[in-house]
Every structure is written in structure tokens, then in C-alpha cells.
């Protein structure tokens, strides 16, 4: 059987990423979506296995200790983690897994599974990043900064991902993301099943 | 600037590619096709140099003796060539570049340009191809055996595409063709000019 892709769509903070996976999932129902654990606190709105499964830090402490997590990492004081298990059983159903991680968590993934997939996403220029991320007028200034210098190390890192996706808007992001699964799909080493020249004979 | 890509969709005969690339063609305005010569003669409804550059043979050795051919092979007793210099033009402007050549050709470009892009069309089955193949009412039997032959040997050499585009309907086939264009040109090789992080800075 066809063995699913996994997908890592990566970014800085700030470039819009939920809001493109959002759209993606919309237009692919077939993809699914790898839910993260997090140490973190609920914010209002969120729910518990749809947006992450919120758990303690005893918890993600014994996940790290099995091996368990694809990838994790800390961020201002939480972790966060991606479960390996449901993720290898769907794609052994066949079924594209897309995972909206940070960098950091990327180039664990690439290092783990070399023939995962993965995108950055980018802001049209970097003083646009800049201007979106000030924007947010609930972040102190000390925050934006720091989150700037942490997207300047990020994109340095940009040359070890496969594609890069330009977040100018999020219907055109969005399908350069599914023109990616697409094509993706039609690697020849995934067309087999119509390769088959002298069997049919 | 940024280079051009080039493109080589190629298959076995009676695949159908000419229809999908006339859509590809029809969807993607930014997209230039190359324009082969031939020695063959020019068919009822063709125009020179919008189907071939119909020329003698003199001609074409002329061009061979001059390595002016990015690939060239002959069929049915006709040469065929694409010419390489109004290639490297449109590719030096920014231009992608579409070819649609047989498959001996394309495996010729993939030796001369490790960076084309080989999209292989395949027929939803071989039995299918065949079926197709036969269904060309003017067309002899042995004709016909031979095509399947040398369809066969081509479904070999398919692995060293780097896509496979299955031509089940032509509408399908040039959404594959069109994601493939959108994804490579996501590539992060090409994405250099959004990636300068501190140079905005």
C-alpha cells in the first residue's frame, strides 16, 4: 500500500502559518492535521485535541523519556511536542499528514525523516515580518525584538527546507501549499501502480 | 536574475501530450513551448515554426555537426531536434521553458541538464495505452505492436523522470502539469530574493 507523506509547514512567528493551514485543510480533506501537545495554558477559544492536547509537564517529560516525539521543543518556558506514534499509523494508511511546527522543530523532523517534506513559509520581505509582528500591539517591544532575531536565524535555516512559500495572501499561500501536495504526489517513486508496462501485457 | 526553468514532458506515443500541453499552455501565458525541427514532412493543418521547423536533412546535419541540438533522435525514418540557443535565450530572460519530445530525447536532456525538470506521461494502464493505440483506425497492426514495444522499454526508463503525470483526463493531467510548474518555482533555490533577512534590517 501507498504509504502517506508527511509534511512540516514551518515559519517565524508571526508569517501567518495557522492561517494558511487553516485554508490548506479546508481545501484538502483528505490531508490530516498532526495535533502538537503543549505544557502550555489554555487560551480562551482553544480546545483540547483540536488546536494541541494540552498536558503537565510530567506528562511531556515521560513522552521525551519513550522517545516518543517526532520533534519538540521549549518556547518562553512551555513545551511543546509532536507524538510520533498516530502520526507513523496514518501514514501507513496511506494518508498526507501536515504538521505546523517551529523551526527549531523542523530540522529535527528533517534529521529524523529525511523524505519528510518541508516548507517554510516567509512574509514577502523581512521588513513586512517586522511590520506584522509590531503590529500585534499586545506584544511588548522587548518581545518583537527578540521574536526578529529569532526569524533572522530562522530564515538562515530556510536553505535546509525543500520549498519556500511567500505569505503575501493567505489564498495564494494556501495553493502554493497544495500545488506542493500535488506535485509532491506525482513523484514518479509514488506512481508505481501505472508503471506497471509488461504486467498489464 | 533568475533563471528560467526547463521543462521536458515526454511519453510514449498515442499518451496524448500534445492536448496537455495545449491546455498547459493555454493556462500558463508566462510559459514559452519549444519549437523543434524536423525532417518530416509537413502535415495537412500544420504551420512551420508553430508546430516544427520543417528543414531538410542537410540542414539538420548541419545543425548536429555544430552540437546546436540539445537532443535529437529519429523516428520512423525522420529526424527530429530541438535547437539549444533560442532555449538558453528564454531561460537567461527569467523564461520557463516547456519541451515535448519522445522519451529518448528527454533522457538526452537529462544528461546534458541535470536541472530540467522530466515530467513522464503515462496512460491510466498499459492496457489502457494500448487500447488507445489501437483505436487509431488508420493505423497498421504491426505499427501498432511496434509503438507497444517501444512504449514498454520507455515505461522502464520512467524512473529516471523526476514526475509522473497520469493523462486520464486532460483537464487532470494539466492541473498535475500546472502544480508542478507552481511548486518548482517554490523551490528554495528559487526563493532567494525573500529570504534576505538582515539586509532589511
Given at each position: 500500500m501507498?504509504?502517506?507523506?508527511?509534511?512540516?509547514?514551518?515559519?517565524?512567528?508571526g508569517?501567518?502559518?495557522?492561517t494558511v493551514?487553516?485554508?490548506?485543510?479546508?481545501?484538502?480533506?483528505?490531508?490530516?492535521?498532526?495535533?502538537?501537545v503543549?505544557?502550555?495554558?489554555?487560551?480562551?477559544?482553544e480546545?483540547?485535541?483540536?488546536?494541541?492536547?494540552?498536558?503537565?509537564?510530567?506528562?511531556f517529560d515521560?513522552?521525551?523519556?519513550?522517545?516518543a516525539?517526532?520533534?519538540?521543543?521549549e518556547?518562553?518556558?512551555?513545551?511543546?511536542?509532536?507524538?510520533?506514534?498516530p502520526?507513523?499509523?496514518?501514514?501507513?494508511?496511506g494518508?498526507?499528514?501536515?504538521l505546523?511546527?517551529?523551526p527549531?522543530?523542523?530540522?529535527q523532523v528533517?534529521?529524523?525523516?529525511?523524505?519528510a517534506?518541508?516548507?517554510?513559509?516567509a512574509?514577502?520581505?523581512?521588513?513586512e515580518?517586522?511590520?506584522?509582528?509590531?503590529?500585534?500591539g499586545?506584544?511588548?517591544?522587548?518581545?518583537?525584538?527578540?521574536?526578529?532575531?529569532?526569524?533572522?536565524?530562522?530564515y538562515?535555516?530556510?536553505?535546509?527546507y525543500d520549498?519556500?512559500?511567500?505569505?503575501d495572501?493567505?489564498?495564494h499561500?494556501?495553493?502554493?501549499v497544495?500545488?506542493?501536495?500535488?506535485?509532491?504526489?506525482?513523484?514518479?517513486?509514488?506512481?508505481?501502480?501505472?508503471?506497471?508496462?509488461?504486467?498489464?501485457?
Amino acid at each position: 500500500m501507498k504509504q502517506g507523506r508527511l509534511i512540516v509547514l514551518s515559519g517565524p512567528s508571526g508569517v501567518g502559518k495557522s492561517t494558511v493551514v487553516a485554508e490548506v485543510m479546508r481545501r484538502r480533506p483528505n490531508l490530516r492535521f498532526s495535533v502538537s501537545v503543549t505544557t502550555r495554558a489554555m487560551r480562551p477559544g482553544e480546545v483540547d485535541g483540536e488546536n494541541y492536547y494540552f498536558i503537565t509537564r510530567e506528562r511531556f517529560d515521560e513522552l521525551l523519556a519513550r522517545n516518543a516525539l517526532l520533534e519538540h521543543a521549549e518556547y518562553v518556558g512551555n513545551c511543546y511536542g509532536t507524538p510520533e506514534q498516530p502520526i507513523n499509523e496514518m501514514l501507513s494508511k496511506g494518508i498526507d499528514v501536515l504538521l505546523d511546527i517551529e523551526p527549531c522543530g523542523a530540522l529535527q523532523v528533517r534529521e529524523r525523516r529525511p523524505d519528510a517534506i518541508l516548507i517554510f513559509m516567509a512574509a514577502p520581505s523581512f521588513a513586512e515580518l517586522e511590520r506584522r509582528l509590531s503590529a500585534r500591539g499586545d506584544t511588548p517591544e522587548q518581545v518583537v525584538r527578540e521574536r526578529l532575531e529569532r526569524a533572522s536565524w530562522e530564515y538562515e535555516q530556510a536553505a535546509r527546507y525543500d520549498y519556500v512559500v511567500v505569505n503575501d495572501e493567505v489564498a495564494h499561500a494556501a495553493g502554493e501549499v497544495e500545488a506542493i501536495l500535488v506535485a509532491e504526489g506525482c513523484r514518479t517513486a509514488f506512481r508505481g501502480e501505472v508503471l506497471q508496462a509488461t504486467a498489464a501485457r
